[in-house]
């Protein structure tokens, strides 16, 4: 993905609220850890390109099941040994991203 990309799919951004204004994030993935979801977030810069530290949040990910075009819900993982379960199993989801690319290009 170059860094020019722009995220034009409204499917694939959400908007978060913090104390210095709203934020425009793509939405890389969702993980699965130990029975929770998490949605794996990137902040995009002003003109909607990815940022250039290649930073990503993660967030607790809560849908309503009752409901599937309710807003999920996110939540911020305060827990330290929490949010490096899912930092590991994002570097392993991004491993296997990675693989999956060689094999197809061949």
Same mark, same amino acid.
Request: hydrophobic residues 30%; aromatic residues 10%; charged residues 45%.
């Given at each position: 993905?170059?860094?020019?990309?722009?995220?034009?799919?409204?499917?694939?951004?959400?908007?978060?609220? +913090?104390?210095?204004?709203?934020?425009?994030?793509?939405?890389?993935?969702? +993980?699965?850890?130990?029975?929770?979801?998490?949605?794996?977030?990137?902040? +995009?810069?002003?003109?909607?390109?990815?940022?250039?530290?290649?930073?990503?949040?993660?967030?607790?990910?809560?849908?309503?099941?009752?409901?599937?075009?309710?807003?999920?819900?996110?939540?911020?993982?305060?827990?330290?040994?929490?949010?490096?379960?899912?930092?590991?199993?994002?570097?392993?989801?991004?491993?296997?991203?990675?693989?999956?690319? +060689?094999?197809?290009?061949?």
């Amino acid at each position: 993905m170059g860094k020019k990309e722009k995220f034009e799919d409204e499917e694939m951004t959400v908007d978060i609220e +913090l104390d210095e204004g709203t934020v425009t994030c793509a939405i890389i993935t969702i +993980l699965e850890v130990e029975g929770k979801d998490y949605i794996v977030l990137m902040p +995009l810069k002003e003109d909607g390109t990815a940022n250039d530290e290649g930073e990503v949040w993660f967030y607790g990910y809560k849908e309503n099941p009752e409901d599937p075009n309710e807003e999920p819900e996110l939540i911020y993982i305060e827990d330290d040994e929490e949010y490096e379960k899912v930092a590991d199993a994002f570097d392993e989801y991004l491993d296997n991203v990675e693989f999956d690319e +060689l094999i197809d290009e061949e």
